[in-house]
């Protein structure tokens, strides 16, 4: 069954601010669909909505087969946010095995493959309060991506990442749509932008195009 996350009329609002206005869009798995738009447009309120992570205050989600709760959502969901959680005393290999493990991915097979897909080995026996923001940011999507999610959200997945991470990015997220997952990510990188099958443009909260 091919897999979608539709929004129906979508409005997000915190006190006076509208963030998002009755924005109507479907997001298809096998794509990767790409959100832009000035700071402020409303980009990472429609991400964390997309994910659970924030209701709206008018309209309607309906993630299809991805599931009907917020907990079975969230548990084939991969989420990239600004902050990149990881525990700082572990290293980033304790931290991805970790996360297979909490995912119910065999640990040591959890990292073997996000080894060889972000390029972990040089540093991943450190603890994560030693490495470098680009070196964390490998670290998150690494984490984000262990489980094969079939819903991945990424905020800005090339903050700190250097061209060659970059395109290894590049190649792991047309990986993700391959498999049939709904893509959906936000950056302000215009190289990184034509990753996407599809742009969707918010300009004060509204879909322009
Ligand atoms: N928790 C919050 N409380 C109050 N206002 C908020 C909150 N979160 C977002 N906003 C406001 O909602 C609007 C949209 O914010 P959002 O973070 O979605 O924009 P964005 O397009 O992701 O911006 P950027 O490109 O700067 O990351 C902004 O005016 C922002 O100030």
């Known amino acids: ?38 700071n402020g447009s409303g980009k990472s309120t429609l991400l964390s909505i997309l994910g659970t992570l924030a209701r709206p205050t008018l309209g309607e989600v309906d993630h299809g087969a991805l599931g009907k709760t917020n907990a079975e959502v969230r ?38 493959e996000a080894c060889e897909r972000f390029d972990l080995a040089s540093f991943g026996d450190r603890p994560i309060r030693t490495y470098s923001r680009g070196q964390r940011q490998r670290i998150a999507v690494a984490k984000a991506l262990v489980h094969a999610p079939s819903l991945v959200l990424l905020d800005e997945p090339t903050a700190g990442l250097d061209a060659r991470s970059t395109e290894r990015l590049e190649r792991v997220v047309r990986e993700e749509a391959k498999r049939g997952a709904v893509v959906i ?8 932008a034509r990753v996407g099958d599809v742009h969707v443009r918010l300009e004060r909260g509204r879909v322009v195009s």
């Open 1 to 38: 069954m091919s897999l979608s996350v539709e929004l129906r009329g979508v409005t997000k609002t915190y006190g006076p601010v509208r963030a998002l206005v009755g924005v109507n869009a479907r997001f298809e798995g096998g794509r990767v669909s790409v959100i832009e738009g000035a």
């Open 75 to 112: 548990a084939v969901l991969g989420w990239v946010g600004h902050e990149t959680l990881a525990y700082g005393d572990l290293s980033g290999r304790e931290n991805v095995m970790l996360a297979a493990k909490l995912r119910g991915i065999e640990a040591e097979r959890g990292w073997r």
């Open 185 to 192: 990510l936000v950056t302000h990188d215009p190289a990184f």
